[in-house]
């Protein structure tokens, strides 16, 4: 949600903390700050974007500091609730991203002992608190603190006096980029791209107090080793190249990530997951938990799972299951999040290890916090997604899925390799839908003009009618909503009027005909109507206003040709109502609080 950068070393930090909150800014964008270190602190903070605050920024030579973009949970949107938060002297500047629980409490505690606070953010009491403690040892007085502080935090100290940046973090991923005499520090490794591909990911309760020179990173007191890695993204890959928007850019990106991930599949040797224990799976059943955009994934991973593995499976959205009462040890529990930090999904893969189930991660995120939760972690490898609406990774997650369930098919071996077959000219499929993007756009001009609509389907298609409506809502604030075209009968259709469009999704199988028959339903209560369907479908032409054409592929794989059509024709009805694509009004691309 929000996010933090900070640099210490040889160069002036202020453009560097500016060009690396840009990189973040897809995390949060209601307000922004820095705060530098020179011979004294510098604040500079502001509500609004950082190239807003940029303009007013004059230069400043210190080499050490840290900055904040912020998405609202404690306190409006405002100067004063915006990152750094200063203590008391001045001289103590903290950034944070995470929930201080307790932190009314320590606030009416530090206020009885003379403390002022300026902000409505839980965040204030950290620096405040470190205050208290500090009395010469700045790492001590951050230890005292942490030791009073219930919640998540990934948090960055600057401090006067002390020529160091100090971190911590629990439950909040926090990298450290290293450089030559020179280091960084950030919630994650797209703000570093530009400046070292060598990065440390810092682990649970981990502390670090980080200089020019290097790192010492500590947990429960006792210094420990953090291995080094190397970033596994070019700088290329979280830059517009050209494109309008990163969506559109990573909707085209879209035939090289199938592509991968067959790449990496079609050998079933799924890069070294040990695949008995999805096998093992078979006799007690998969629990596939998510949030939003992967939960959709799932609903489609399920059906996939009971139809090529015959493997009983459960898909709960990770926020429900948390306070639910399902029992699961027998399971295998399966979490899917593109960024892997998703407070709700980590929360209940811990809830599900606990129970005694067997775990796997299916994430786009090296290192994210369900991959050190889970046993065994399938990357999905999309490479760095920073619209906040998800597309290839959703795609990505959708191809790690179709493994999943092929690879613990039941299904005959030769079958298996048809399908393998199959998938392999899926690429191609897609690309030739972007080749012919255009078409798309006269039925989102349509669309744009609409405050409601509603996305039909059944079947293996019905989680891409619910993931289609998610994003025409998410960029286009169209009302929208995904529905099983069956239950439409069922309460829904008092609301079809000729003002509330219906897109369906139809394909060439099982369900067809009823769904044909729902449509024409539709039709005779005068919706427009706009269908997704194959290029060899005639009967379609016959009622439907508009058709949108996809290449003819097996019905099993048509979900992955359906889901470009339905980001297409949400990213043009968006672009077509001027909205900020790239980052919808209150939303944030990684949701780290419950
Ligand atoms: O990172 P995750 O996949 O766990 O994120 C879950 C949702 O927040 C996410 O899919 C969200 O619904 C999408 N950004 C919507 O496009």
């Known amino acids: ?103 009314q409490q320590l606030r009416e505690q530090l206020t009885a002992e003379g403390h002022h606070f300026y902000s409505d ?52 991923p926090l990298v450290i980029g290293i450089g030559d005499k020179e280091s960084f520090i950030a919630s994650d490794v797209s703000a570093l791209l530009n400046h070292t591909s060598r990065v440390i990911y810092l682990e649970e309760n981990d502390f670090a107090v980080i200089t020019g020179n290097g790192v010492r990173v500590v947990n429960q007191r006792h210094k420990v080793w953090r291995k080094e890695r190397e970033i596994p993204w070019s700088v290329e890959s979280a830059q517009k190249g050209g494109y309008e928007h990163f969506m559109l850019k990573e909707i085209y990106e879209q035939p090289t990530v199938v592509q991968n991930a067959l790449r990496e599949y079609l050998s079933l040797s799924g890069n070294g997951l040990n695949i008995d224990m ?35 499976v459960w898909a709960e959205v990770a926020s429900e299951f948390n306070y639910s009462e399902m029992v699961s040890e027998r399971f295998l529990a399966v979490a899917v999040s593109q960024s892997g930090e998703t407070s709700d999904t980590v ?68 079958i298996c390799q048809s399908l393998l077959q199959e998938m392999r000219l899926l690429p191609d499929k897609i690309q030739q839908i972007l080749d012919n993007a ?48 069956g239950e439409t009968k069922h309460g829904t259709f008092a609301l079809l009027t000729p003002k509330t469009p219906v897109i369906a999704i139809t394909s060439p199988d099982n369900t067809y005909d009823v769904l044909l028959t729902n449509l024409r339903e539709m039709k005779a209560r005068d919706v427009p109507l706009i269908t997704i369907a194959s290029e060899n479908d005639q009967e379609i032409d016959k009622f439907a206003d508009e058709v949108i054409r996809i290449p003819d592929v097996n019905p099993l794989f048509s979900p992955l040709l359906n889901t470009v059509v339905v980001q297409l024709l949400a990213y043009y009805t968006a672009r077509e109502r001027g909205c900020s694509i790239d980052m919808p009004r209150n939303l944030a691309k990684s949701v780290t609080v419950e």
């Open 1 to 103: 949600m929000c996010g933090i950068v900070g640099y210490i070393g040889y160069r002036e930090a202020q453009p560097i903390l500016v060009d690396s909150l840009e990189k973040l800014e897809y995390r949060g964008y209601d307000s922004c700050g820095i705060a530098l270190c020179g011979s004294t602190m510098i604040l500079r903070k502001d509500v609004g974007r950082i190239t807003e605050l940029e303009k007013r920024l004059s230069r400043c030579e210190a080499h050490r500091g840290i900055g904040h973009i912020r998405w609202a949970t404690h306190g409006k949107p405002s100067q004063a609730n915006a990152h750094p938060h200063l203590d008391c002297t001045g001289k103590i500047a903290v950034v944070h991203n995470g929930v201080i629980i307790n932190f």
């Open 121 to 172: 953010t839980d965040t204030e009491v950290i620096p405040h608190l470190i205050e208290k403690y500090y009395s010469g040892d700045l790492e001590q007085a951050v230890y005292h603190t942490i030791a009073d502080l219930v919640g998540s935090f990934a948090f960055a100290v600057l401090h006067e006096e002390n020529d160091v940046l100090i971190v911590a973090r629990k439950e909040s």
């Open 278 to 312: 999805i096998k093992n799976a078979r006799t007690r059943g998969v629990l596939l938990l998510a949030c939003g955009t992967s939960y959709y994934a799932t609903l489609l991973g399920k059906q996939l799972l009971e139809k090529i593995a015959k493997v009983p």
């Open 347 to 414: 929360k209940a893969l811990k809830k599900a290890k606990s129970m005694g189930c067997m775990t796997l991660a299916i994430t786009n995120v090296l290192e994210s916090s369900i991959s050190r939760v889970a046993d065994q972690t399938l990357y999905t490898r999309a490479g760095p997604e920073i619209g906040v609406a998800a597309t290839k990774s959703f795609t990505a997650q959708l191809m790690a899925l179709y493994w999943l369930a092929l690879s613990s098919s039941a299904v005959e071996m030769q």
């Open 438 to 485: 255009e078409r798309i756009i006269p039925c989102s001009q349509l669309l744009a003009q609409f405050e409601h609509v509603f996305f039909v389907s059944r079947g293996l298609n019905f989680p891409i009618a619910l993931e289609g409506a998610l994003k025409m809502k998410e960029i286009s604030y169209i009302h929208a909503e995904g529905y099983a075209a």
